[in-house]
């Protein structure tokens, strides 16, 4: 099994890097924290993108997490990430993907490591080699 990752903040990025990373063995999605929309328009979103299709998972809201094919990532509508429950769900780190979040004060959880996706998805593109996420800055 991979490091635990945990999504803060499943908009488009949150939502274009779940996908971009889904199937890496190295990487073990646990919790998904959103404010708007619960479970049902994440699983809906995740499902059907506008720019990159639909997703060819299987994909099912459930009562706090969301099923991708049985596999259950628990689900948070916290308003600050030190209200999720990360380290509870066995988090190690979280994908800071709201961009509302700018330091590790600011997050306020204590996960082992943070890492800011929404301001750094071209770097994390070029890294992991991810053609997915290439038009997420565009839009």
């Not at 009562?63 to 509870?88: L, M, R, Y």
């Not at 330091?103 to 959880?109: F, I, M, S, V």
Request: proline letters at 4%; glycine letters at 12%.
């Amino acid at each position: 099994m991979g490091v635990g990752i945990g999504i803060n903040g499943f908009g488009r990025i949150g939502r274009l890097v779940l996908r971009a990373a889904w199937g890496w063995p190295e990487l073990d999605f646990r919790h998904i924290n959103e404010i708007k929309g619960g479970t049902s328009a994440a699983a809906h979103l995740l499902e059907f993108d506008s720019v990159h299709g639909r997703w060819p998972q299987t994909i099912q809201a459930k009562e706090g997490a969301i099923a991708i094919n049985d596999q259950i990532i628990s689900f948070s509508e916290a308003k600050t990430p030190a209200e999720a429950p990360w380290q509870q769900r066995g988090v190690e780190i979280v994908l800071e993907c709201s961009g509302k979040f700018r330091t590790a004060e600011q997050l306020g959880c204590q996960c082992r490591h943070y890492w800011w996706v929404a301001p750094l998805w071209f770097d994390f593109c070029h890294q992991f080699g991810s053609p997915l996420l290439l038009g997420a800055g565009l839009h």
